[in-house]
C-alpha cells in the first residue's frame, strides 16, 4: 500500500478503486501505518538483540521484519491489480 501511494496519488489510487480520495486515504494509510508500526517494532528488537548478542533472536526478528514489508509490497500489488 505505501508503495502504491508513493508512485500514486491519493486521487488515482481512489478513482481505481472506485471510492472517494478521502475513503482511500483512510482506508489504506490505517493498514500501511499499523505495519508500519509493526515493521519499526520488529527493527528495534532486531537492533537491541543484535547489540546485545543474541544472533538467533535478532535474525528471528529481521525474519519478521523482512516478511512484514513483503506483505505490505503484496498489498501495493493487490491495490493495482484491482484496479
Known amino acids: 500500500m505505501r508503495h502504491a501511494a508513493l508512485s500514486s496519488s ?7 478503486l472506485g471510492v472517494s480520495k478521502q475513503a482511500a ?9 499499523g505495519v508500519t ?3 519499526k517494532s520488529e527493527h528495534r528488537t532486531m537492533k537491541r538483540a543484535k547489540r546485545s548478542g543474541d544472533a538467533a533472536r535478532g535474525a528471528e526478528a529481521q525474519a519478521r ?19
Not at 10 to 16: M, S, V
Open 10 to 16: 491519493w486521487r488515482e489510487i481512489a478513482d481505481n
Open 25 to 33: 486515504h483512510q482506508r489504506f494509510k490505517a493498514y500501511a501505518d
Open 65 to 83: 521484519r523482512d516478511q512484514l514489508a513483503e506483505d505490505l509490497r503484496c498489498a501495493a500489488k493487490e491495490l493495482r491489480a484491482e484496479a
Open 37 to 39: 508500526d509493526d515493521i
